[in-house]
């Protein structure tokens, strides 16, 4: 891909063209117009010509893919930030490795107050037990160490971590040689995360944003709250990304509403809602997930934690849709869904179906659907905000949630068909750093899923992942390449472009020009993804890749 040396301007006029551009307004686009910001015109290479002289730069595509940038709807930026520049245990093979890999990083960095890791999943270790406090403190040499497991829902921590925390024993979730989990663990992390400079702070949103664009994401949700990080974090990164050429920060503060006061502070932060990982209950992985029956490997009886119940739910529900504010929950188990269902539908009797509806409330999530929730879903207008990589790393018969939940139960997760028929809106993100930013990879889990009956087509993935965040933020004329709409893109390398449907009679088909349906990169397992070669926000590039 080529371009001219013109200087960047709020105001100049973009031809791209010689490429193939993905737009529902012509299916067999390859040029597009970008006038302030926005998209002016979409259109063939012939009509394209009328253009040329009259714009500030040409680019000339080179055969180059160009698509509306991805929104994730699910990010935690620092901890993603932190967890880039930090030590990785994802990687690890076995329990031995990942003590390792603590020990090699300690002695690397003398300098820092707190060692922050992220990643490890016992599930995976032939051990299938977490690190005792002992094979801790050996690794870390007394020094204060801090990693969560990669649900980020519990954690191991060093003594020297928890002498900081005065009273941390008595505390909900404490156990002497086991991950902290609940109240325990959420004053861990605090402490742990408050040895963060400011300077490392700022740093890590950095290293995570360039990150995001790098990929080709053109806007993250943040989902902060006063459980995961603090206000502090949270109004530096919506500050930090405000002044700087980065993706778009929409940002959710996950903290109760009982009244408009509430609702003014929640604004007052700078967030667009009362909404992300505000907890009903925790995570498969940590056996903290509120479940109607309990886990097939945990203690016996055992069905999770529940952090809210229905009433709580609806008081938030109401009270937010009265003061015009987004609302949204973190529930992955069924009986935690469910909670929320009958939450707000309680909400819905009390102020109308269609305030609710209007409102466009949303669940983080929301794994263990069934019919019934995922119909209320559609009847109540909620937004499903999935995570597909959870069922890439987790899914399938031999995978975490067959584990947890065993063979049957597990099969039930995460129906994207189910809720694509239903009419449930979706959103796609990552829940980064719990699994990586890799958007053609989410649009690939999805359309793969490891259970068969709940694949989507790469195009109803994708839509997901461009068009479906920017809905669920209240948003319409966004996520998409035509006229009017803001010129928020990424250009790719790719291989050429198929139509691909779960079956793949359909995909091979669909390759088939005459269907009149914009192509997309082969996602087949195994084949390359696309690579980003350019990611533009209102017009402005956001990451160029370099040498190209």
């Not at 105001?11 to 970008?34: K, N, Q």
């Not at 040895?195 to 053109?218: K, M, N």
């Not at 974090?233 to 778009?248: Q, S, T, V, Y």
Request: net charge negative; proline share 7%.
């Amino acid at each position: 891909m080529t371009e001219s040396t013109a200087p960047q301007s709020e105001h100049r006029t973009v031809l791209l063209r010689g490429g193939d551009v993905h737009s529902p307004a012509d299916p067999f686009a390859t040029a597009m117009v970008v006038e302030r910001g926005h998209v002016a015109w979409v259109g063939s290479e012939g009509a394209a010509d009328a253009f040329a002289s009259g714009v500030d730069e040409v680019i000339d595509l080179d055969g180059a893919l160009v698509t509306p940038a991805f929104t994730d709807a699910h990010v935690h930026t620092t901890s993603t930030g932190l967890a880039l520049t930090g030590l990785d245990l994802s990687g690890s093979r076995t329990l031995g490795e990942a003590l390792g890999l603590l020990r090699a990083y300690v002695a690397a960095h003398p300098e820092d107050r707190v060692v922050l890791g992220h990643g490890w999943d016992a599930t995976r270790w032939p051990e299938r037990r977490p690190p005792s406090r002992g094979e801790l403190d050996e690794a870390a040499g007394g020094r204060p160490v801090y990693l969560p497991r990669v649900d980020v829902h519990s954690a191991v921590a060093t003594t020297a971590l928890l002498d900081l925390v005065p009273g941390v024993t008595g505390l909900t979730g404490y156990h002497p040689d086991a991950p902290l989990t609940g109240a325990a663990h959420h004053a861990v992390r605090s402490a742990a995360h408050g040895a963060v400079s400011p300077r490392q702070r700022a740093e890590a949103q950095r290293a995570a944003l360039r990150h995001a664009a790098s990929l080709g994401i053109g806007t993250v949700h943040e989902c902060g709250g006063p459980d995961i990080s603090d206000e502090e974090d949270f109004a530096a990164l919506l500050k930090l990304a405000a002044a700087e050429n980065g993706p778009r920060v929409f940002g959710y503060w996950a903290e109760r509403v009982a009244d408009e006061k509430d609702a003014r502070r929640i604004r007052e932060l700078g967030a667009v809602g009362a909404a992300g990982d505000l907890f009903v209950d925790g995570s498969l992985g940590s056996h903290t997930a509120c479940l109607h029956e309990p886990y097939a490997d945990g203690p016996a009886g055992g069905t999770g934690t529940a952090h809210l119940d229905a009433a709580q739910i609806a008081a938030h529900v109401t009270a937010c849709t009265e003061a015009g504010l987004q609302a949204g929950f973190h529930a992955i188990g069924d009986a935690a869904v469910s909670a929320v269902v009958d939450g707000v539908r309680a909400a819905a009797e009390k102020l109308g179906l269609p305030r609710i509806r209007g409102a466009r409330h949303r669940v983080e999530h929301a794994e263990m659907l069934t019919p019934e929730t995922v119909a209320a879903f559609a009847e109540l207008g909620l937004t499903a905000s999935v995570q597909p990589a959870f069922d890439a790393a987790w899914g399938g018969e031999e995978g975490m949630y067959a584990q947890r939940l065993g063979v049957e139960r597990a099969r039930t997760l995460n129906p994207y068909a189910a809720l694509l028929r239903a009419g449930v809106p979706l959103a796609f993100g990552s829940d980064s750093p719990v699994t990586p930013l890799d958007p053609w990879g989410t649009v690939r889990a999805a359309a793969f899923h490891r259970t068969p009956e709940h694949r989507i087509s790469v195009r109803a993935g994708f839509t997901a992942h461009t068009r479906g965040g920017w809905r669920a933020v209240g948003r319409d004329d966004a996520g998409t390449l035509v006229p009017g709409a803001p010129a928020d893109y990424a250009v790719w390398r790719t291989a050429d472009l198929v139509v691909q449907a779960p079956d793949d009679r359909v995909a091979r088909w669909s390759t088939d020009p005459r269907s009149g349906t914009p192509g997309l990169p082969d996602l087949t397992p195994g084949a390359e993804l696309p690579v980003c070669l350019r990611t533009v926000v209102l017009g402005q590039t956001v990451y160029a890749r370099p040498n190209e």
